[in-house]
């Protein structure tokens, strides 16, 4: 089992910058694949970016590329999304997750959830 917190989220000017945090307790978080998905109010959790075991492979949804970085400290176990030049279509409560397989984009194929932290980006 293994239990996530998000934090970091806020209320940030379209063009500025939030680092995300998922704080991991349980077990070790170098057994798991992890990913960062995002929900806007009225629709579905979108994934936004996954990172290998090691941290040596990332994937990123095309909207977020370029702008958003994924990295891990497993020694911390400890997840983190760097979201650089924020629009305002990027708000949404943002979510982690843990998952056994690597690079997946479907949330039914990660096993545990944090509760989310809430990004608004104002224009």
């Known amino acids: 089992q293994v239990q996530l917190v998000e934090s970091g989220g806020g209320l940030v000017q379209a063009g500025g910058s939030l680092r995300l945090s998922c704080a991991a307790s349980?077990?070790?978080?170098?057994?798991?694949?992890m990913g960062w998905f995002r929900q806007a109010p009225g629709k579905g959790r979108e994934f936004v970016a996954s990172i290998s075991r090691s941290g040596d492979n990332t994937y990123y949804t095309d909207s977020v590329k370029g702008r958003f970085t994924i990295s891990r400290d497993n020694a911390k176990n400890t997840v983190y999304l760097q979201m650089n030049s924020l629009k305002p279509e990027d708000t949404a409560t943002y979510y982690c997750a843990a998952s056994l397989f690597e690079n997946r984009i479907s949330t039914y194929e990660y096993d545990f959830w944090g509760q989310g932290t809430q990004v608004t980006v104002s224009s």
């Open positions: 349980g077990r070790t978080l170098g057994r798991d694949a």
